[in-house]
């Protein structure tokens, strides 16, 4: 079956430094979505990708869609205490439609 | 707007115990999705149902099971709890087809004690 990978697992920066987390697919994705969950609380969407090398920015987030639909990345610029949480990839295969979602990256930021 | 509904919010049993949880996806939503998340971890998928079928299964232990009812809400059954069934238990919804996002609720969370 499909799986989705996620790495790193966690990540500790100093505030200020930038963050990257990764996101693989087994399989041809149609789309990956990105999710936040703050400590305590419930996963919350951010965004979708779709398009064979999308990018799309959300303020300091640059996420990205690889050019074979397998891959995918969150990029957080000069990270602020109000990163904090963890990040995960769902993605949705290619002809299945069933979302399966990565273990996620779990951000702390020291200030 | 109407968000995914989980009762209870909070449930404490004992060992050896059952517990029901519910799920009441949002309207016109059809897939609803079942998550595992210990203190201090990642969710862990469990199980899932598209139109009242199971439509992926994860780590989720024989002890436990699930359905999707006909009105498209779902209930995750537990039964024989052990205190590492102690966690926050959310459920998310989603519609099958076309590119869509996955709401999730605010989550039930199980203590055994």
């Known amino acids: 079956g499909q799986q989705v990978m996620q790495i790193p697992q966690y990540q500790h920066v100093q505030e200020g430094e930038d963050f990257t987390t990764y996101c693989n697919s087994s399989?041809?994705?149609?789309?990956i979505q990105w999710y936040k969950q703050r400590p305590g609380g419930h996963p919350v969407f951010l965004i979708q990708?779709?398009?064979?090398?999308e990018v799309k920015k959300q303020k300091r987030l640059t996420f990205q869609f690889g050019e074979a639909k397998k891959n995918s990345s969150l990029h957080i610029t000069a990270t602020q205490t109000t990163d904090v949480g963890t990040y995960f990839c769902?993605?949705?295969?290619?002809?299945?439609?069933?979302?399966?979602f990565g273990k996620g990256t779990k951000l702390s930021v020291i200030p | 707007a109407a968000g995914v509904i989980q009762s209870p919010r909070h449930l404490i049993k004992e060992k050896r115990e059952t517990a029901t949880l519910k799920c009441y996806p949002i309207?016109?939503?059809?897939?609803v999705y079942w998550y595992q998340q210990g203190p201090g971890q990642d969710p862990q998928f469990l199980i899932s149902?598209?139109?009242?079928?199971?439509?992926d299964k994860g780590s989720i232990p024989d002890r436990f099971s699930a359905q999707q009812f006909s009105d498209y809400h779902s209930e995750l059954n537990m039964s024989s709890l052990e205190l590492g069934d102690s966690a926050l238990y959310f459920c998310?919804?989603?519609?099958?087809?076309?590119?869509?996002?996955?709401?999730f609720g605010q989550g039930t969370r199980l203590t055994v004690v």
């Open positions: 998310a919804s989603s519609t099958w087809l076309g590119n869509t996002e996955a709401f």
């Open positions: 399989t041809t994705l149609s789309n």
């Open positions: 990708l779709v398009k064979s090398g």
């Open positions: 769902a993605g949705k295969g290619a002809g299945s439609y069933q979302l399966t």
């Open positions: 309207p016109r939503h059809d897939t």
């Open positions: 149902f598209y139109e009242k079928m199971q439509s």
